[in-house]
Structures are given as structure tokens and as C-alpha cells.
């Protein structure tokens, strides 16, 4: 049987100050503590990605990367040409969907992932071996 008399606090010294920091056992696993597995931004690439893989740097895909690509920009014209250049063909695409990747999560452990998944893990280590070697 599951115990209900108890308290959780979310931090060490809260429980000395207020119940500001208290949560109440509405049930075992639930803690007040919501933790996002996923971004819209995450699923906009993947969509991105999945779509260029399958049918090419089609409309929907091209949306998908420009929703993410325009928040960096003010000037919307910028980002249509981006669009438009890197549509060119489905490795250009996939190039710019990879690189977009990068930039959005940069420091969330996720690159690893997105390079084995398309085979350029080799690739970039070698790149970036080479590119760090000849600076010295």
C-alpha cells in the first residue's frame, strides 16, 4: 500500500521557510515537477528531416525548417533565400536540416545522435581533426 502522510519539498531548506516549496502526494509519481522531453523546435526538424528523407526538400518540409530558421532572423527575406538555396537538392537539405540541428541545441547532447543516425559521425571527427590540426 502506497503511503499519503508524507511530504516532498524540492529543495533541501525550503521546508524550514514556508510551504511555498512543499509538494503535496496526489499520487506516487506525481511532484509538481513538469520536465520537457521534447521541443517544438525538435519536432519541427525531425519533421524536416523525415520528410526530405522520404519525398526530397518538399513544401511541408521547407515550412518546417523555415518556422525554426526565422526566429533567428529579423528580416524574413533572409530566411526565404536561405530556404530557397538550401532546397536545392536533398543533400544541401539535409545539410542545412543537420546544421540547424546544431545551432538549436547546441550543448544539449543531441549532435552525436543526429550524426550516427545519418552516417557523417566518421566524417565530422575527421573534419574537425584536420581543421584543428593545421590550425597549430
Do not use: I
Given at each position: 500500500m502506497i503511503r499519503a502522510d508524507?511530504?516532498?519539498?524540492n529543495?533541501?531548506?525550503?521546508?524550514?521557510?514556508?510551504?511555498a516549496g512543499q509538494f503535496t502526494n496526489l499520487s506516487a509519481s506525481n511532484t509538481g515537477i513538469n520536465f520537457p522531453y521534447m521541443r517544438y523546435t525538435d519536432v519541427l526538424l525531425m519533421n524536416a528531416e523525415a520528410v526530405n528523407e522520404l519525398e526530397g526538400p518538399t513544401a511541408t518540409a521547407q515550412e518546417s525548417l523555415r518556422q525554426v530558421h526565422a526566429?533567428?532572423?529579423n528580416d524574413q527575406s533572409v530566411v526565404s533565400a536561405y530556404i530557397a538555396q538550401v532546397a536545392s537538392s536533398k543533400e544541401t537539405f539535409l545539410k542545412a536540416v543537420l546544421?540547424?540541428?546544431k545551432w538549436e541545441f547546441a550543448g544539449e547532447n543531441m549532435r552525436w545522435r543526429d550524426l550516427v543516425r545519418n552516417n557523417?559521425?566518421?566524417q565530422e571527427i575527421v573534419y574537425s581533426f584536420l581543421?584543428?590540426?593545421?590550425?597549430g
Open positions: 508524507y511530504t516532498v519539498h529543495n533541501k531548506w525550503s521546508k524550514l521557510w514556508a510551504n526566429r533567428a532572423f546544421d540547424e540541428r557523417l559521425y566518421g581543421r584543428y590540426l593545421s590550425v
